[in-house]
């Protein structure tokens, strides 16, 4: 699901004191925080790789629950993970602890893909409830008496298929592609409601566009989205989010990457990079010309799935599921600074600021995947292989 002042989806707020830390790690609170990245392995039955984002070593990985697009923009400096898309579909969205790897709460959906974004006050998670039209409204403080309870929720159109949410930076809205529909919601989120939407027309080289992901820019102005069937970028503006205007749409002719997936702004909001993840590659686009401005390659039969920033924007780290590896980009030169070997199938990556959980590392072996590349065969159950 990742914006952005970002984090994985998305971006970052400096919560600087570490007794402010504390109320989000009261087990761990006489341990110094560190910035981790914390990419989440799908295979072997559930693992994290911790990643110390300055030196770009695997500090331990240890077994941990897998998660894809977790709800981590804003308000990161905690141990708890939000995520609605684990690898075995729930029916729910699961918050759990990075230090422990327990459990913190369940809440059902009813829908077994769930997109899950915080608010920049950290106080709410929002929820699109793909399977059932569904959205809702978590209480995500881990101290309040009532913490994981849904405070407000509403149905959408029957068959609209919300596939993402991505809340702008006041907090006030949020957006979400209705696969089935062909339409962008927005969402009031006090009250909690629908207040628009937004039709996407194909260009005329498909019958349909099939929008399924969506991201925010850190200053408000654009909204990105990825088009399943039609293989496409749409450029909305939402300076006034309750009239959202589509002002570009990118194709494979603008140099757009094959098979658009997902996309992150870098926190200054001067470029979006889409993840293209037929095309092992990024697109970076210029959001002052809304064109293609350059493109990262990875290698062959990367798979690349989704990524996050470093808070200082100069390193974006994309898991690699095809190759078992972390690709560390460089920001702004957008090279390929190295290649990260993690534990199996990576798929969901976030940045935290958390102490090193003390739990026992794991003792995996790397170094097939990354050397030669993972073939998926077209009818692997794994979601991690086809389209989301």
């Not at 589509?246 to 603008?254: G, I, K, S, W």
Request: proline fraction near 10%; include cysteine.
């Amino acid at each position: 699901m990742h914006p952005l002042t970002p984090l994985n989806r998305r971006a970052f707020l400096t919560l600087a004191a570490l007794s402010a830390l504390s109320r989000y790690l009261p087990a761990l609170a006489a341990e110094a925080a560190r910035d981790l990245i914390v990419v989440s392995n799908a295979g072997g039955g559930g693992s994290a790789s911790l990643i110390d984002p300055h030196t770009l070593r695997v500090l331990k990985t240890i077994p941990l629950e897998p998660f894809a697009f977790p709800a981590t923009r804003w308000h990161f400096a905690r141990d708890l993970i939000w995520s609605g898309l684990p690898a075995e579909p729930s029916r729910a969205v699961r918050a759990y602890w990075l230090s422990s790897g327990a459990q913190a709460l369940e809440v059902p959906t009813g829908s077994s893909q769930n997109y899950t974004e915080l608010t920049p006050d950290g106080r709410f998670v929002i929820v699109a409830a793909r399977f059932v039209d569904r959205f809702l409204k978590i209480l995500a403080d881990p101290e309040a008496p009532d913490f994981g309870r849904v405070v407000a929720a509403f149905t959408t159109d029957a068959g609209a298929q919300p596939c993402d949410i991505t809340v702008t930076p006041d907090g006030n809205h949020a957006f979400a592609p209705d696969r089935g529909r062909e339409t962008i919601s927005v969402l009031r989120l006090e009250p909690f409601e629908r207040v628009a939407r937004l039709p996407l027309r194909p260009l005329g080289g498909t019958e349909r566009v099939e929008p399924f992901m969506a991201t925010v820019s850190p200053r408000g102005d654009l909204l990105f989205v990825e088009n399943a069937t039609e293989n496409s970028e749409a450029i909305l503006d939402v300076r006034d989010p309750e009239r959202p205007v589509e002002v570009a749409r990118l194709l494979q002719t603008d140099g757009l990457g094959d098979g658009p997936l997902t996309s992150e702004f870098t926190p200054d909001g001067r470029f979006g990079l889409v993840i293209c993840r037929n095309s092992d590659e990024l697109s970076v686009v210029d959001t002052a010309t809304l064109a293609v401005a350059a493109r990262v390659r990875f290698p062959e039969r990367s798979r690349p799935l989704t990524g996050t920033f470093t808070p200082a924007g100069d390193r974006f780290f994309v898991p690699l599921p095809g190759r078992d590896a972390v690709a560390v980009v460089r920001v702004p030169a957008f090279e390929v600074e190295e290649l990260i070997p993690v534990g199996p199938r990576p798929m969901g990556v976030v940045y935290l600021r958390t102490p090193l959980p003390a739990r026992a590392a794991l003792d995996l072996r790397h170094g097939a995947a990354l050397a030669a590349g993972r073939r998926f065969p077209p009818d692997c159950p794994d979601r991690c292989c086809g389209m989301l």
